[in-house]
């Protein structure tokens, strides 16, 4: 059983690294076609701007501009002051942190109320160390 798990381990550690080279090679074959496909973007954007466009169709394609907004918070303490001394509550999002709920699980021996917490368990190998002895 433990020859077989020998052979197993190898395997793994063998198709983990084949894998890891391909998509390295993958990320490399894509930089070029990226590159250019960011530039054609730029262009593209920059003439729908300097029309006032929203949409641009056109025979080959219909071309839009979509807007993700991000808000990272630069200086936690003060944002939860402003929010609370403000009220506005609706600035934060609602979730639980994994790790203070699990935490307070191994202290209180329950849930918090309103919380579940689930584990997703894989297996991870790593590759011998080179000073390990065979």
């Not at 942190?97 to 849930?111: D, F, G, I, Q, R």
């Amino acid at each position: 059983m433990a020859e077989d798990m020998e052979k197993r381990v190898g395997q793994y550690v063998a198709i983990r690294d084949t894998i890891r080279d391909m998509e390295t090679r993958h990320e490399q074959e894509l930089e070029k076609p990226k590159a250019l496909l960011q530039k054609l973007g730029g262009i593209i954007h920059k003439f729908m701007d300097d029309n006032n466009l929203k949409n641009l169709r056109t025979e080959t394609g219909t071309c839009y501009v979509s807007t993700r907004w991000t808000a990272p918070v630069q200086d936690a303490d003060a944002f939860m002051k402003f929010v609370i001394d403000s009220k506005n509550f609706d600035l934060l999002e609602r979730r639980a942190s994994p790790t203070a709920v699990k935490a307070y699980v191994e202290e209180h021996n329950h849930l918090p109320t309103g919380v579940s917490l689930n584990a997703l368990a894989s297996v991870g190998v790593r590759r011998p160390d080179s000073k390990a002895k065979s």
